[in-house]
Nanobody, 127 residues
């Protein structure tokens, strides 16, 4: 089993930055892929970005490309989501997720690809 714990959410103003972290514990050696998702009130959960767990190319949703950046700290089993130039429409609960399945570039954009989820951290952007 793997446990994921997000941190770093909060309330900021439009244009500000936030950094979310996701710490993995347990059998992390099995992990192959990771992703960040978000869910706004009344909306479906949507893919933000993701890629292989330890290294390699990362992909992002068009809505966050050039503003959000994922980074990894393999020694700490942590992945982070740096969010810059935040907009009110970025308001959501943000989740990190990890997978033990072979990396598939189409699959990692979908919730079903992931085996483990964090509890989520709330991000609110005021205008």
């Amino acid at each position: 089993q793997v446990q994921l714990a997000e941190s770093g959410g909060g309330l900021v103003e439009a244009g500000d930055s936030l950094r979310l972290s996701c710490a993995a514990s347990g059998r992390t050696s099995r992990l192959t892929g990771m992703g960040w998702f978000r869910q706004a009130p009344g909306r479906e959960r949507e893919f933000v970005g993701g890629g292989p767990w330890s290294s390699g190319v990362l992909v992002y949703a068009d809505s966050v490309k050039d503003r959000f950046t994922i980074s990894r700290d393999n020694a700490k089993n942590t992945v982070s989501l740096q969010m810059n130039m935040l907009k009110p429409e970025d308001t959501a609960v943000y989740y990190c997720a990890s997978s033990t399945r072979p990396v598939r570039w189409d699959g990692l954009r979908t919730s079903g690809y992931y085996d483990y989820w964090g509890q989520g951290t709330r991000v609110t952007i005021s205008s």
